[in-house]
């Protein structure tokens, strides 16, 4: 199994493309590329089911892929589209945002943001 740092994010429309150029549509695929799971509140590998592509071996829009987090579940439709700047990409998440804790090198400016705003 690859390295966390190897797999493609998933969250980037560039190397999305890149991981989804050359699969086909009604396949699945485990472990394809990581994205950050809002339920987990961290990157997670990716497991991908490519379910509209209607160009076989492309990554031109339209396409839709479903994404499911391998250690929670979480599920992700992505949708592939022509944008006003051209291909663009979109991730909804089938939940809200999660609860995660603050990094200790962003503690300070948190604080300080709370304070500002009480």
């Not at 499911?68 to 979109?90: H, K, M, N, W």
């Amino acid at each position: 199994m690859a390295d966390m740092d190897d797999l493609p994010d998933l969250g980037v429309a560039d190397e999305f493309v890149a991981a989804t150029y050359l699969k086909d549509q009604g396949h699945a695929y485990r472990n394809i590329g990581k994205l950050h799971c809002p339920t987990c509140g961290d990157y997670r590998r990716m497991d991908m089911a490519v379910r509209l592509k209607p160009y076989g071996s492309s990554a031109d829009p339209p396409m839709l892929v479903l994404l499911t987090c391998v250690q929670c579940d979480t599920l992700f439709t992505a949708v592939i589209y022509e944008g006003p700047e051209g291909r663009s990409l979109a991730l909804l998440p089938s939940t809200y945002g999660g609860l995660t804790t603050v990094q200790p090198e962003h503690k300070a400016s948190c604080q300080r943001f709370s304070a500002q705003i009480r």
